[in-house]
Nanobody, 116 residues
Framework: QVQVVESGGGLVQAGGSLRLSCAASGRTGSITGMAWYRQAPGNKRESVAS???????NYADSVKGRFTISRDNAKNTADLQMNSLKPEDTAVYYC??????????WGQGTQVTVSS
């Protein structure tokens, strides 16, 4: 089992920045990827950014150029630096961890609210 905990959410004005952190613990030796998702009220959960062993990184079109995902393999953490935030970025942000068997583990989420 892998436990996942997110932190760093909060309230920020449009144009501001926030940094989210995801920490994985437990059976972390087989982690192959870490990703951030978000879900706004009434919307489906959507992928924001992902980073995989070997360095492959993907971003949703809506956040390209504004968000940056990074990973510390030694600490089993993945951060999401969010700049130039917009009100439409308001959502609960979740971290997802994937292992070599393609099992996935989710955190409880952290709220990000961007005021206009």
């Amino acid at each position: 089992q892998v436990q996942v905990v997110e932190s760093g959410g909060g309230l920020v004005q449009a144009g501001g920045s926030l940094r989210l952190s995801c920490a994985a613990s437990g059976r972390t030796g087989s982690i192959t990827g870490m990703a951030w998702y978000r879900q706004a009220p009434g919307n489906k959960r959507e992928s924001v950014a992902s980073i995989w062993n070997g360095g492959n990184i993907n971003y949703a079109d809506s956040v390209k150029g504004r968000f940056t995902i990074s990973r510390d393999n030694a600490k089993n953490t993945a951060d999401l630096q969010m700049n130039s935030l917009k009100p439409e970025d308001t959502a609960v942000y979740y971290c997802k961890v994937t292992n070599s068997l393609w099992s996935t583990y989710w955190g409880q989420g952290t709220q990000v609210t961007v005021s206009s």
